[in-house]
């Protein structure tokens, strides 16, 4: 991964360069398989992670949230693992795995012929899995990353917890109420 980094930073302004030759119908069509086949991965190593560690998995599924597809898969017996690092590990395995297939997409983009079926079909999915790992490691949204820091900070609901001291603040500073506790 650090490799695939390191290889991806030395080569950016050519990376950069293939996105305006990439506007095509067949991109998009290729960045929506990449994205079920990616999730799927995604999905399937939180799965297997919490399976490894003693939880079991009732469902993995399909669901329209905001008439958008949705996969997902109920690792919630991961909360009955004692151990707190294998817990965190079942939330870190999808993000994870997205790593992992952008190292693989990045190395195969790098070792191809540019411009070949099989260069294009790397970018496309280093760029998929690039900004899923962005996205998912990120701890604003609820994703990955915001159970992570949850669960390793051990906060249950964080982020109620922080929007209601976030606007205590705000009725401070703007209306004098008094300070919220530390």
């Known amino acids: 991964i650090?490799?695939?980094?390191v290889e991806l930073w030395g080569h950016r302004a050519t990376f950069l360069a293939?996105?305006?030759h990439a506007l095509?119908?067949?991109?998009?069509?290729?960045?929506?398989?990449?994205?079920?086949a990616a999730?799927?991965?995604?999905?399937?190593?939180?799965?297997l992670t919490c399976k490894h560690h003693g939880g079991e998995v009732h469902e993995v599924g399909f669901l329209m949230m905001f008439f958008t597809p949705c996969l997902y898969c109920n690792v919630s017996d991961a909360w009955l693992i004692p151990s707190k690092w294998q817990r965190l590990w079942v939330t870190l395995a999808g993000a994870w795995c997205d790593l992992c297939l952008w190292a693989l997409a990045t190395m195969i983009w790098r070792l191809t012929v540019l411009d070949s079926?099989?260069?294009?079909?790397g970018s496309v999915v280093l760029s998929v899995c690039g900004?899923?790992?962005?996205?998912?490691?990120?701890p604003l949204l609820k994703l990955d990353g915001y159970y992570l820091l949850s669960d390793w900070l051990e906060?249950?609901?964080?982020?109620?917890?922080?929007?209601e001291r976030w606007l205590a603040w705000v009725r401070c500073l703007l209306w004098g109420a008094p300070r919220p506790p530390p």
Request: glycine fraction near 8%; hydrophobic fraction near 50%.
């Open 39 to 47: 999730t799927i991965c995604h999905e399937f190593a939180h799965g």
């Open 24 to 36: 095509r119908w067949e991109t998009l069509a290729l960045v929506w398989l990449t994205l079920i």
């Open 117 to 121: 079926m099989v260069n294009y079909l």
């Open 18 to 20: 293939s996105f305006p």
């Open 155 to 163: 906060i249950p609901n964080l982020r109620g917890r922080s929007w």
């Open 131 to 138: 900004a899923r790992v962005l996205l998912n490691f990120n």
């Open 2 to 5: 650090v490799g695939a980094g």
